[in-house]
């Protein structure tokens, strides 16, 4: 459809993918390399500048397999968000993500018996075929890396200066992809289409006490009773250090882009002193 169209060529022009004829930039040329959403290529490119490229090539791995997390048979509900709770990670889903997949690595590394990594993948309620084609996902991911020589910098998961960087690196590409909790219950609301959003019941967050008021998701689903899925907590101090301008001046207006302009308007002065002392 035209509409689905000139959508599509606004969002990559956000992405600076386009140049100001509307063919692809050069930064565009270098993410049409990967078989990957456009806002996924703009945040493993962007790793590289953050230097958290070994995460980020699992996270969009995690993403574009098929989801990991199996449905667990009636009865067995609580089993299973037991044993996931053990692989999640306190910054988010896509953090959880990188644990689970480094589990199951250590898992297949380390067989203490034959069928070791199967029911390992039982026991945590994962599926073991999703797992392993994140694998070959991410060996394609690096393979194309290293043939258009871009760094790949060593793992460093788990420090807050990695952790940091990461929330840097998606949120380069995934700005279009914030909402917020409206009302402190886990409604969240879209900034980009103003829609409200539940989270994803396979989500680290579902079902506890700690609901993060600003979050950047992978994906919303209407299929799936209007859920946002693959959910991190961020700050909106972060968001406003690294949102486009002029994306952010074409969002609708709302009480959560008014909270955002008032942290913009804050920060304003001290990235003005940045840019002189450069």
């Given at each position: 459809?035209?509409?689905?169209?000139?959508?599509?060529?606004?969002?990559?022009?956000?992405?600076?993918?386009?140049?100001?004829?509307?063919?692809?930039?050069?930064?565009?040329?270098?993410?049409?390399?990967?078989?990957?959403?456009?806002?996924?290529?703009?945040?493993?490119?962007?790793?590289?500048?953050?230097?958290?490229?070994?995460?980020?090539?699992?996270?969009?791995?995690?993403?574009?397999?098929?989801?990991?997390?199996?449905?667990?048979?009636?009865?067995?509900?609580?089993?299973?968000?037991?044993?996931?709770?053990?692989?999640?990670?306190?910054?988010?889903?896509?953090?959880?993500?990188?644990n689970?997949?480094?589990?199951?690595?250590?898992?297949?590394?380390?067989?203490?018996?034959?069928?070791?990594?199967?029911?390992?993948?039982?026991?945590?309620?994962?599926?073991?075929?999703?797992?392993?084609m994140?694998?070959?996902?991410?060996?394609?991911?690096?393979?194309?890396?290293?043939?258009?020589?871009?760094?790949?910098?060593?793992?460093?998961?788990?420090?807050?200066?990695?952790?940091?960087?990461?929330?840097?690196?998606?949120?380069?590409?995934?700005?279009?992809?914030?909402?917020?909790?409206?009302?402190?219950?886990?409604?969240?609301?879209?900034?980009?289409?103003?829609?409200?959003?539940?989270?994803?019941?396979?989500?680290?967050?579902?079902?506890?006490?700690?609901?993060?008021?600003?979050?950047?998701?992978?994906?919303?689903?209407?299929?799936?009773?209007?859920?946002?899925?693959?959910?991190?907590?961020?700050?909106?101090?972060?968001?406003?250090?690294?949102v486009?301008?002029?994306?952010?001046?074409?969002?609708?207006?709302?009480?959560?882009?008014?909270?955002?302009?008032?942290?913009?308007?804050?920060?304003?002065?001290?990235?003005?002193?940045?840019?002189?002392?450069?």
């Amino acid at each position: 459809a035209p509409e689905s169209l000139m959508q599509a060529l606004e969002d990559l022009d956000y992405l600076a993918a386009l140049d100001n004829e509307g063919n692809l930039s050069e930064f565009g040329i270098i993410m049409s390399e990967f078989p990957l959403d456009p806002q996924l290529s703009k945040s493993l490119l962007a790793s590289c500048e953050f230097e958290c490229v070994d995460e980020m090539l699992t996270i969009a791995a995690m993403v574009t397999a098929p989801s990991c997390f199996l449905q667990a048979p009636p009865g067995t509900e609580e089993i299973a968000r037991t044993r996931w709770r053990r692989l999640s990670h306190p910054a988010g889903d896509h953090f959880t993500l990188i644990n689970v997949f480094n589990a199951f690595k250590a898992a297949t590394a380390n067989p203490t018996q034959p069928g070791n990594t199967e029911k390992w993948c039982r026991d945590h309620f994962l599926s073991c075929s999703a797992l392993s084609m994140a694998g070959v996902i991410r060996a394609e991911l690096v393979e194309i890396m290293k043939r258009i020589e871009l760094p790949i910098s060593p793992p460093d998961f788990g420090s807050e200066e990695n952790l940091l960087s990461i929330k840097k690196a998606l949120l380069s590409g995934y700005f279009m992809h914030i909402a917020r909790d409206v009302d402190g219950s886990g409604n969240y609301l879209m900034l980009t289409h103003k829609q409200v959003a539940q989270l994803h019941p396979f989500s680290s967050y579902y079902n506890t006490r700690r609901i993060p008021e600003w979050v950047l998701f992978h994906e919303f689903s209407i299929s799936e009773g209007n859920s946002i899925r693959v959910v991190s907590e961020i700050s909106p101090q972060l968001f406003a250090e690294l949102v486009p301008q002029y994306y952010f001046s074409n969002l609708p207006p709302s009480e959560s882009k008014d909270i955002l302009q008032g942290v913009i308007n804050h920060l304003a002065p001290v990235s003005a002193t940045k840019e002189e002392q450069k």
